[in-house]
């Protein structure tokens, strides 16, 4: 089993930023894929960013050029530095884990077997 605990969210101005963190522990997550994903109430949890361990990440287009995903394996943890946030990037961020996720499914929150309990990130205007 893995569990995986977030932190480092909080209130901050628009054009701000954050650094998420997601320890993991029960066993080392280097060989898994980590991802982040976000969720507002009354909506679907939405992907933000992914890393594989070979170093690979993908961003949702929203993100993308602004945040950034980054594993430290030897700390078995996983970040997002969060640049130029806006008020739209307010949301509960989760990270979640699996040690396989299809190309085509990255973006599905049910395809990840393990999950945080969710750091709120609150964006200013």
């Known amino acids: 089993q893995v569990q995986l605990v977030e932190s480092g969210g909080g209130l901050v101005q628009a054009g701000g930023s954050l650094k998420l963190s997601c320890a993991a522990s029960g066993r080392s997550v280097s060989s898994y894929v980590l991802a982040w994903f976000r969720q507002v109430p009354g909506k679907e949890r939405e992907f933000v960013a992914i890393a594989w361990n070979g170093g690979i990440t993908y961003y949702a287009d929203s993100v993308k050029g602004r945040f950034t995903i980054s594993r430290d394996n030897a700390k078995n943890t996983v970040y997002l530095q969060m640049n130029s946030l806006k008020p739209e990037d307010t949301a509960v961020y989760y990270c979640?884990?699996?040690?396989?996720?299809?190309?085509?499914?990255?973006?599905?929150?049910?395809?990840?077997?393990?999950w945080g309990q969710g750091t709120q990130v609150t964006v200013s205007s």
């Open positions: 979640a884990a699996d040690h396989f996720v299809p190309p085509d499914r990255v973006t599905y929150g049910l395809t990840y077997d393990y």
